[in-house]
């Protein structure tokens, strides 16, 4: 079995060249960057009691899973992580590695999917921010991911709700309407219920933890954290 969706990973590697670049088709995620970045630190800090102001999160290793060209790997490094980043995509992953020499950071990239990483050590936090809603079967992938985090460990899961609402906003808003993505870039059956998610992820010894909705203002032009779950959520699981 595969969680690798070919067709999506071929979209992604089209526009890999694109990944550090503000204005460019990854536009979007640039700014959902801070917000997400604060999110995940606050509650990594909490959860295991870090103390150091200089480095955040020295020590505590992380697997960031659809890393792209590292948006989210490079800042949790800088933050003291022991980051390894990978993707399905190879053409991703040269970009990330690239990056990362550029800035001196040491950050284990590898082209591969959770289920075909041939890693022995278990992480104490996973990271599948944006990734659920482009793998082939997210049941596989989510089983294949929670083999990979040790007791007690966290996974952050960040996506699109499945209703009406996310249908008008996250397409045809985003890419049909304000172009913020290229059109294709979602697809609205690949979208997954706060419910679902859960009831997959109780199956393989994670708890729901904390779930959260993602709101754009369209006048600060900025992403916060709210109560409204009916587009963009994110939610931190717990390995029982």
Sequence with gaps: MTSVNKKEIDKFSKMANEWWDPEGKFKPLHKF???RIKYIKENIINNFK??????????????DIGCGGGLLS??????GANVTGIDASDKNIKIAKIHS?????KINYLCSSPEKLKI??????????EIVEHVEDIDF???????LLKKNGLMFVATINKTLKSYIFAIVGAEYVLRWLPIGTHEWEKFVKPGDLKKILMKYGL???????????????????SRDLSVNYIAKFIKN
Excluded: A, H, Q
């Design 120 to 129: 022995t050590k278990k992480f104490d936090v996973i990271l599948n921010m």
């Design 207 to 225: 708890s729901l933890n904390k779930l959260e909705g993602m709101n754009f203002n369209l006048i600060k032009d900025e992403w916060s954290i």
């Design 141 to 147: 992938f989510l089983k294949s991911c929670s083999k």
């Design 50 to 63: 870090l103390k150091n102001k200089f480095k955040p999160l020295l020590g505590i290793n992380i697997l």
């Design 101 to 105: 020499k550029k800035n001196k950071l």
């Design 33 to 35: 960057n801070p917000t």
């Design 74 to 79: 490079e800042p949790m490094s800088r933050m």
